[in-house]
């Protein structure tokens, strides 16, 4: 049985990770700079590695007997003075290079769909630069592009809270988000595989017009969705790109560019965005 080392386990998709692994009985250690928030969720000490994936020093000698790590270092919105290249980028090469320094045989990254079309948007430079390098290192490699997340779909029910979804263009642009949780077993699925790049979306295929439907649905809104013109999303992004820093549009620019394209992967996974939709709202109503 494989040793794994979780990198990223705080974030999103790590805590699907974890929980994951932890309902399989797999071995398994998480590393995080906060060990309180990895014991919150049922972890020992022995299986918390506490360390900053930014400073290189705190790796060293920390993946001792791993043979497969997965990373989900990365980071949306910046924080804490870092920028994307130093967290997607930096931290990532930290770990690779303490990877190849303990044995691990295999290392696995989680990046984005479409990826390497997007280099040009701040956020892609600095991930597709470590997929270089990591198809450079010389270890076995697993390079997943997940098809966005349904927390990423949250904007929507935001928006449809208010009573109105606005969209750029037709709103026929496709995609099909996945749940962390399946996203999480197709990605322990694959560590035994030998394919190099898992593209992995969730299994309903939904136009945007018909994630807006269904977020209005969920607040039992009437469906009023309102097209905004091409020119103006083009506008927007050049605008911020003139007036504020990487930190404040890098998020802006990835969202409305990924929303101005198909990103159609193979389906996987059981939870649907309707009733995902649903569960979030009934949590806001209870709070």
């Known amino acids: 049985m494989k040793n794994i080392v979780v990198a990223g386990a705080t974030g999103y998709l790590g805590i699907h990770l974890v929980n994951e692994l932890q309902n399989l009985r797999t071995p398994f250690r998480a590393i995080a700079r906060n060990g309180k ?3 919150s969720q049922g972890l020992n000490s022995d299986q918390i590695i506490n360390a900053e994936v930014t400073d290189f020093k705190t790796l060293q000698g920390q993946m001792e007997g791993a043979d497969v790590l997965i990373s989900t270092v990365g980071i949306t919105r910046q924080k804490d003075g870092l920028s994307y ?12 290079k303490e990877a190849k320094k303990a044995g691990v045989k295999k290392f696995i990254y989680v990046s984005v769909i479409n990826g390497e079309s997007m280099k040009h948007l701040k956020i892609m430079e600095a991930k597709e630069k470590f997929v ?3 198809k450079r290192s010389g270890l076995e490699y697993l390079i997943v592009r997940p098809n966005g997340f349904f927390s990423d779909m949250k904007d929507f029910l ?11 263009g037709s709103g026929e642009f496709k995609l099909n988000p996945i749940h962390g949780t399946d ?6 699925e694959s560590i035994d595989s030998n394919q190099k790049e898992l593209i992995v979306g969730g299994p309903d295929i939904l ?8 977020a209005l649905q969920a607040w039992k809104r009437p469906v009023k969705i309102i097209h905004l013109p091409d ?6 992004i050049s605008t911020m790109r003139l007036f504020t820093s990487p930190k404040t549009y890098g998020p802006f620019e990835f969202f409305l560019t990924m929303m101005s394209q198909d990103n159609i992967a193979p389906r996987h996974g059981v939870h649907r965005i ?3 939709f649903k569960w979030e709202v009934d949590q806001i109503m209870k709070s």
């Open 37 to 39: 928030k990895l014991e």
């Open 85 to 96: 290249m130093d967290v997607d980028y930096q931290a990532n090469v930290n770990l690779l």
């Open 132 to 134: 270089d390098e990591l």
């Open 158 to 168: 935001d928006m449809a809270k208010k009573g109105k979804v606005y969209l750029f």
């Open 183 to 188: 996203l999480a077993k197709a990605i322990i």
């Open 207 to 214: 136009t945007q017009n018909e994630i807006a439907e269904l």
């Open 231 to 236: 020119w103006l999303k083009s506008l927007l």
């Open 274 to 276: 309707q009733s995902f």
